[in-house]
């Protein structure tokens, strides 16, 4: 089976840009959560989509936003780049269809650097 | 939802048992506790869960006493390839809080 997948995996922008990255779940994976990853504030839950429906969200600026399709993949965007947005943007996705114990698969990620 | 906190880092030498313990004192009820294993420039990988006693996978141990405030994680006999930042968390309300993560470093 395969596993989660981000493209692309590596981009560079310009502060005031914005910015779409793509997630696809595993297969079957109905949940899709985002976490944004930096040196020093380590991973950050951004929110968490099932079925098309945004269930949950961190403490992130309204500049980051997502959504889920049909078939489960997901997008994020962040519009107004700043420098403080250059981080690893993780996404995992799980069964989940239960609160609390589940297994989240990340995918490898995608390096965003705003310069 | 619970904040965990973990050693920041630990040294092993390959072959050794590593216990890495976690404190968790705000767990819910339905909180689950995890532990995930990452490598430099990857996505977290899902290592083991457990709700309380004990569970055992073909790569580690969790040890979750009765009041659910702390956990440990065991990795049996570990190699240089362990080497990695390895973070416990609690997850419920269909949001997962990471913490810092405890860096593991397996010495030759």
């Known amino acids: 089976k395969a596993g989660v997948t981000q493209t692309p995996r590596y981009l560079i922008k310009t502060r005031g840009q914005q910015v779409t990255l793509s997630c696809s779940p595993i297969?079957?994976?109905?949940?899709v959560s985002w976490y944004q990853q930096t040196p020093g504030q380590g991973l950050q839950f951004l929110f968490e989509?099932?079925?098309?429906?945004?269930?949950n969200k961190g403490n992130f600026p309204g500049r980051f936003s997502g959504r889920q399709f049909s078939n489960s993949r997901s997008e994020m965007n962040v519009s107004t780049l700043e420098l403080g947005d250059s981080a690893l943007y993780l996404c995992a996705s799980s069964w989940q269809d239960r609160v609390g114990g589940y297994e989240q698969y990340f995918g490898p990620g995608t390096r965003l650097t705003v310069t | 939802l619970a904040k965990t906190t973990q050693p920041i880092s630990m040294d092993s030498y390959e072959g050794q048992e590593v216990n890495i313990t976690c404190s968790h004192n705000n767990i819910a009820t339905n909180d689950y506790i995890t532990w995930y294993q990452q490598f430099p420039s990857q996505g977290p990988r899902f290592i083991i869960q457990g709700y309380k006693t004990k569970v055992t996978n073909e790569v580690a141990s969790l040890f979750i006493p009765a009041d659910r405030k702390s956990s440990t994680l065991s990795l049996p006999r570990v190699s240089l390839s362990d080497t990695a930042v390895y973070y416990c968390l609690v997850s419920g309300g269909f949001k997962t809080i990471f913490g810092a993560g405890t860096r593991l470093f397996v010495k030759a």
């Open positions: 297969s079957g994976h109905r949940s």
């Open positions: 989509y099932f079925s098309e429906t945004q269930r």
